[in-house]
Structure formats: structure tokens, C-alpha cells
RNA sequence: GUGGGUAUAGCUUAGUUGGUUAAAGCGCCAGUUUGUGGCACUGGAGACCGUGGGUUCGAAUCCCACUAUCCACCCCA
């Protein structure tokens, strides 16, 4: 068969056989974030450029290659999100969501779109999973953001994740560690990869981040941001680590870790998992972006917020995903024969649906072993044969798939009844282990 | 963006030093007499061997390009 195409590179088309794996852990991560108070908001797919400019930053790899960005009919500059705290800071200022009662806690599960070269854990389209706190500049509610990310994992039962944390200051404190930064990386300019080479310009901190083995030596010696903290700042990290260890959450300061993206100031965060097919992965990030809010027009107000990628917990779940529940299994198939029976059994299904069973019948019009072969492979419970003697008779059997035991049913008023009482019966002997 | 691997039915794969109608298992469909599933048996559908060039009398097999996919780097969720 040649098709006439196929799914765009780096995109993935979630099948049956998953797609409740994803529903089971979107719902989980929503009701997680509830309980901290969060509440869900939906942005669109798209925004104006512009806002991801200012907000990820020009200089960021995100901005500078990775956006999907056109102009449409009307020749404005429209940029796919390539995550999800842009455009819930937008939307926020946009509705005054503000003004009200402060903080705003807001989640979000999202599609994000980055042109990237796809690979294990990485896709050009990906969910992801958010939730931004806005208002608060306690350490505090660092904290809490930190444990609303912890205890998502530990629900999930991911236990080989472990959370880095940072402070990468304020501009104030920045400042003087880019300038001894700068200096000490000049200094060893000599071993140090192009790339680096260019960050050294730019933005030296990303040399901290750089795998190559030679820069990786130089960068262990390089000073700590952590020793250039402003008071304020040093103090605000000292805090939320004391509430960290309150809380008994696990995590390893790491001077190194710097955030892609451009907002954030003070503490930052990376989870990382360790879990076969997603080995070294980060599968969350987050941090405080205390400017971001005023950055994008608003008053000045404190943030912070947190991403997930969706799509690298399933694949760090791994077998644990075969332990969700799947969907409702089939509670009766209808095998029919013939036209009349084929009615009868549209409008007992129905009668049955609306009590909320899970209920199919044969559209397919094959023979009779055929459909039965197919109620068991669906692993339906129960099975119900229509033909001629049952709609003359008004009565039919009622066959349990498991022990293949059949029992008498009325297809006149007494169905819903009868049915009841077999079903019940049914369960009660399920429970009793028969 | 850089480097490497892979590309044969829906899925997993076989395909000998290039040689004629490209195999198998699973899955799917149908049958094994009349209206009943799980087992077994029989049969069937389904592949222009990723695409396009080239080498050759002859290519799934060799060469080149492209595309897709996977892996690593970069970066990140």
C-alpha cells in the first residue's frame, strides 16, 4: 500500500493501545497540582513572536533556531509555543488574573513545538505539562513549587529521579559573577570548544554546562555563582533549602545547572531521571523569573513555575505504565442474525449504555462463530446470541465468557431487570473468587 | 546544525557469492456441513523489497543521492 503520507518529522500519533496511558498521568499530574491549589488555564497554540523574544530570550537557542515562526494572512509574525510560561504570564496580565487574589496559581498541560533534530525523548511536537506560581516572593513558595514537582514523581512511583537545584542570582549579583566568569574562562581560553568559545561572549555561564571533557575540566575549577550571591539572594536560597529539608525532599545543589531559557533569576530547578530508556534525561525544569512579569508589561510581581515533559515520563515510566488502568472492558456483545434482531439489539444496547454499561453489537453482519470468536477476543463478559427463535420467544441466553455458563433473560420490560440481577450476581462472584 | 546505524507484508524477521513466480511466524479474513468463542487443521487476502538514479544480460542484494527512522553530540521537556 503506498500512502499518500505520513506523519510530519518529529511528531507522534498516540494510538489506542496508549492513549490512556497518557490520560491516566495528564489526569494525575492536574489533580496533583489541585491539591496545591493549582488551577488549570488553556492558552493558545500560538502567540505573537514578539512574546517569546522578550521572554525566552534573543539569544537563546530556542529563539534563535528552534521556533516554528510565520506570518499569516494578515502578515503578523505568529510563533508556535515552544513552552508553556509565555503565554500563561500573557494571558494572566491580559485577564487581570492579577488584580484578584494573588497568588495566581496557574497549570497547564500543553503542546509545545521546537524545531529540533527528533531523537529518544526528543520530538518537534511534545506535551508539556506546567504550572507557574505567580505573586510570591517568599522562599516559601519556592519550596512549595519544588514539593508539588517531588511529590508528582513520587506518585508516580519514579524513584530513580532526582531534583538539582541552583541559584543563578539576580541581574544585580549576575553581573560581577559574568565579569570573574569571563575572566577565569579568558584565562584558559586556549582549551576551550568553539561553541564555548562563542558563549564566552554571550552568555559564559552555558561553559558550565558543556559536556566536552576539556571544557568540563576547566569549568570545574571555575568560581560558583553560588559565591556571588547578593545577601538577599544567598539568604533566599539558604530558605528554601531549610524548607526543603523541613519537608524531608531530596536534592543535590548543583552550581552548575543553568536554565535555557533566558527569565529565570534566583532558584532554579532540573529533574533528572535515571530510569532505563530515559537514562540522564531531564523531564522537568523550572525556576523563579521574578522579572518576567513586568518584562511583559505587567506590574512588578514575583514568579515562579515548573515544566514537564510528558512525553519523557511515559518513557521513564516504562513498565510501570502497564500497571494503568485501561479502558472500561466490554460488559456484553450482541451477536445477531438477521435485519430484526440486528434492531433489537441496536435498541437493548442502548437501554443497557444508559446505565452505564459498555456495550457492543455486531455491524459487520458475519456469521455467528465469527462474532463469537470476536466477543472473546474484545474479552467482552457476557454475550447475548439474537436470531429468529429468540425475538419470536421474546427470551434468549445469556452467556458468561468465562465459564461459559448461560442463564435465561427476557427481552421484553424484564431486560434492564434481569440483566441487573445477572451482572450483580456475576460480580459478587468475582469478588468471592469463584 | 554535526557524527554514526537502519530501511523487505499490519507487526517481528529470513533472503545464501547479484539469477527467473520475494519466504516464514504472529495478526487479519474465511472454511472444517446446518445458530455459539478459547484448541487444532485447511485455505485466502496482503510487499512494485523507503524514493530516485546508476553499474549489469539480470539488483531486495553492489554504488551514489534523497527521504524517513533510531542513536550520540548540541540543546532541552
Known sequence: MK??????????????KDSYK??????????????FQFKEIRTPVFEHTELFLRSVGQDTDVVQKEMYTFLDKGNRSITLRPEGTAGAIRAMLEHNLCNENLPVRLSYIDSCY???????GRWREFSQFGCEM?????????????SLCDSIFKRLSLNETYIEINSVGCPKCRGKYYESLKEYFEKNKDSLCNTCLSRLERNPMR????????CLKIAENAPSILDFLCSECKEHFEEVKKYLDVAEIKY???????????????????????????????????????????ELGGPPTPALGFGLGIGRILLAMGDLLNFIPQYKACDVYFATLGEEAKTLAFQLANILRDSSFVVECDTLNRKLKPQMKYADKIAAKFAIVLGEEEIN???AKIK??????????????????????????????????N
Open 207 to 214: 561553559i558550565l554546562d558543556c559536556k566536552k571533557s576539556d
Open 400 to 433: 458468561n465468557m468465562a465459564d461459559s455458563s448461560e442463564k435465561p433473560i427476557s427481552l421484553d420490560n424484564d431486560f434492564l431487570k434481569e440483566f441487573f440481577e445477572i451482572y450483580t450476581d456475576f460480580e459478587k462472584n468475582k469478588l468471592l473468587g
Open 22 to 35: 497518557w490520560r491516566f498521568v495528564e489526569n494525575l499530574l492536574l489533580d496533583q497540582a489541585s491539591k
Open 252 to 294: 543535590n545543589v548543583n552550581p552548575k545547572i543553568v536554565r535555557g531559557l533566558d527569565y529565570y533569576t534566583k532558584t532554579v530547578f532540573e529533574v533528572i531521571s535515571m530510569h532505563e530508556g530515559s537514562k540522564g534525561l531531564v523531564c522537568g525544569g523550572g525556576g523563579r523569573y521574578d522579572n518576567l512579569v513586568e
Open 114 to 120: 521546537r524545531y529540533e533534530k527528533p531523537q529518544s
Open 393 to 395: 420467544s421474546k427470551k
Open 134 to 146: 505567580i505573586g510570591s516572593s517568599d522562599p516559601l513558595a519556592d519550596a512549595e513549587v519544588i
Open 3 to 16: 500512502l499518500l503520507t505520513s506523519a510530519p518529522r518529529g511528531t507522534q500519533d498516540i494510538l489506542p
